[in-house]
C-alpha cells in the first residue's frame, strides 16, 4: 500500500515538474512564433486588426526587401568578425591569466587576483567615459581595434578558469615540468585539452554576449560600414519607418548565427556548465 502512494506521489510530483516545463517553453516560444510568424507576412497584415497567430498570406517579401535595402550583410560581417575577435583574445588570456594566479608562485599574485576580480563591482557603463577617451587618444575611434579591445578583458571568465584550474591535480603541472615544459606548454598541453568543456561553454557564452553588445558599439562606431548587427537594427528602423514586418525580418536575421551556434554547441556548453559546478553530466 505504502508502495503504491509513493510510486503514486512521484508520478505526481513528475506530471506536475512536465505540465511546468511545457509552461515554460509555451512562455519562451510564443514571442518567438510571433516574431516569426510577422515577418512572414504581407505589411498590411501586421497593422490589422484582427488577431491571428499565423500569416494568411505566407510571403518572404521582408526578408528580400529588408536584405536589398539595408546594409544588413556588412552589419552581420562586423558582427562576426567583431564575435569572434573578442571571443578568441578573451579566451586566449582568461586562459594565461588564470593559469598564472592558479598554478603559478609570484609576489602579489594574491593582490593582482583580487584587483581582478573587483572589477565584479564596477558596472560596464562607469568606465564608458574613460573607455571613450582612451579609444580617442590612441586613434581607434571607429575601428574594430576600438570595438574589440574593451570588450576583451573578463574578469568572470578569469574566475571560472582559474576555479577549475585549482582542482586540476598538481601531479600533472609536475610531470610536465620534470619533461622540462614551460608554463605555455604546460597550459597548452596538459591544462587546456582537460578543461575543453569547459574552455567551450565559455567561448560560446562571450561570442554570444559580443555579437549581442550594443551599448559599446553604440558610443565608439561613427560610420553605417561600421556597425554591428545589433545598432544596425536602429537605422532599419529610420529607414524603413513603422513597417514591423522588415524589422522581425531584419531581427531575426540578426539572431540566427547565435542561435544556431549555441545548437550546434548545446552539449559542450552543458557539460561546461556542469564541470564547473562539480557535477556530472
Same mark, same amino acid.
Given at each position: 500500500?505504502?508502495?503504491?502512494?509513493?510510486?503514486?506521489?512521484?508520478?505526481?510530483?513528475?506530471?506536475?515538474?512536465?505540465?511546468?516545463?511545457?509552461?515554460?517553453?509555451?512562455?519562451?516560444?510564443?514571442p518567438? =512564433?510571433?516574431?516569426?510568424?510577422?515577418?512572414l507576412?504581407?505589411? @498590411?497584415? *501586421?497593422?490589422?486588426?484582427?488577431? @491571428?497567430?499565423?500569416?494568411?498570406?505566407? *510571403?518572404?517579401?521582408?526578408?528580400?526587401?529588408?536584405?536589398?535595402? %539595408?546594409?544588413?550583410?556588412?552589419?552581420?560581417?562586423?558582427?562576426?568578425?567583431?564575435?569572434?575577435?573578442?571571443?578568441?583574445?578573451?579566451?586566449?588570456?582568461?586562459? +594565461?591569466?588564470?593559469?598564472a594566479?592558479s598554478?603559478?608562485r609570484?609576489?602579489?599574485?594574491?593582490?593582482?587576483? %583580487?584587483?581582478?576580480?573587483?572589477?565584479?563591482?564596477?558596472?560596464?557603463?562607469?568606465?564608458?567615459?574613460?573607455?571613450?577617451?582612451?579609444?580617442?587618444?590612441?586613434?581607434?575611434?571607429?575601428?574594430?581595434?576600438?570595438?574589440?579591445?574593451?570588450?576583451?578583458?573578463?574578469?568572470? #571568465?578569469?574566475?571560472?578558469?582559474?576555479?577549475?584550474?585549482?582542482?586540476?591535480?598538481?601531479?600533472?603541472?609536475e610531470?610536465?615540468? +620534470?619533461?622540462?615544459?614551460?608554463?605555455?606548454?604546460?597550459?597548452?598541453?596538459?591544462?587546456?585539452?582537460?578543461?575543453?568543456?569547459? #574552455?567551450?561553454?565559455?567561448?560560446? #557564452? *562571450?561570442?554570444?554576449?559580443?555579437?549581442?553588445?550594443? =551599448?559599446?558599439?553604440?558610443?565608439?562606431?561613427?560610420?553605417?560600414?561600421? +556597425?554591428?548587427?545589433?545598432?544596425?537594427?536602429?537605422?532599419?528602423?529610420? $529607414?524603413?519607418?513603422?513597417? /514591423?514586418?522588415?524589422?522581425?525580418?531584419?531581427?531575426?536575421?540578426? $539572431?540566427?548565427?547565435?542561435?544556431?551556434? /549555441?545548437?550546434?554547441?548545446?552539449?559542450?556548453?552543458? @557539460?561546461?556548465?556542469?564541470?564547473? *559546478? %562539480?557535477?556530472?553530466?
Open positions: 500500500m505504502k508502495a503504491g502512494m509513493k510510486a503514486s506521489s512521484s508520478l505526481g510530483w513528475t506530471l506536475a515538474g512536465a505540465l511546468a516545463a511545457l509552461l515554460l517553453a509555451a512562455m519562451w516560444a510564443a518567438l =512564433l510571433w516574431a516569426v510568424s510577422t515577418a507576412r504581407p505589411e @498590411h497584415e *501586421t497593422v490589422s486588426a484582427v488577431f @491571428h497567430w499565423l500569416p494568411r498570406d505566407w *510571403t518572404l517579401d521582408a526578408f528580400r526587401k529588408v536584405l536589398a535595402a %539595408g546594409n544588413v550583410g556588412r552589419w552581420l560581417f562586423n558582427s562576426a568578425l567583431v564575435a569572434l575577435l573578442v571571443t578568441v583574445l578573451t579566451m586566449a588570456l582568461s586562459l +594565461m591569466a588564470a593559469y594566479f598554478q603559478l609570484f609576489r602579489g599574485r594574491g593582490l593582482l587576483f %583580487g584587483a581582478a576580480m573587483l572589477a565584479f563591482l564596477v558596472p560596464f557603463e562607469a568606465l564608458l567615459v574613460p573607455l571613450f577617451r582612451m579609444m580617442n587618444q590612441l586613434g581607434l575611434i571607429n575601428s574594430y581595434a576600438g570595438i574589440v579591445l574593451p570588450q576583451v578583458v573578463a574578469p568572470v #571568465v578569469i574566475y571560472v578558469f582559474k576555479g577549475f584550474f585549482d582542482a586540476i591535480p598538481a601531479d600533472f603541472r610531470a610536465a615540468v +620534470m619533461d622540462g615544459a614551460g608554463p605555455l606548454r604546460i597550459l597548452w598541453s596538459v591544462y587546456l585539452p582537460l578543461s575543453g568543456n569547459i #574552455v567551450w561553454a565559455m567561448a560560446i #557564452v *562571450t561570442f554570444i554576449g559580443a555579437w549581442n553588445n550594443f =551599448l559599446w558599439p553604440f558610443i565608439i562606431v561613427t560610420s553605417n560600414d561600421m +556597425m554591428t548587427i545589433p545598432l544596425g537594427l536602429t537605422q532599419t528602423y529610420d $529607414a524603413f519607418g513603422v513597417r /514591423y514586418a522588415q524589422l522581425m525580418a531584419a531581427a531575426l536575421l540578426g $539572431a540566427l548565427p547565435v542561435a544556431l551556434a /549555441y545548437v550546434l554547441f548545446q552539449r559542450r556548453v552543458t @557539460h561546461g556548465f556542469l564541470a564547473a *559546478t %562539480g557535477l556530472k553530466g
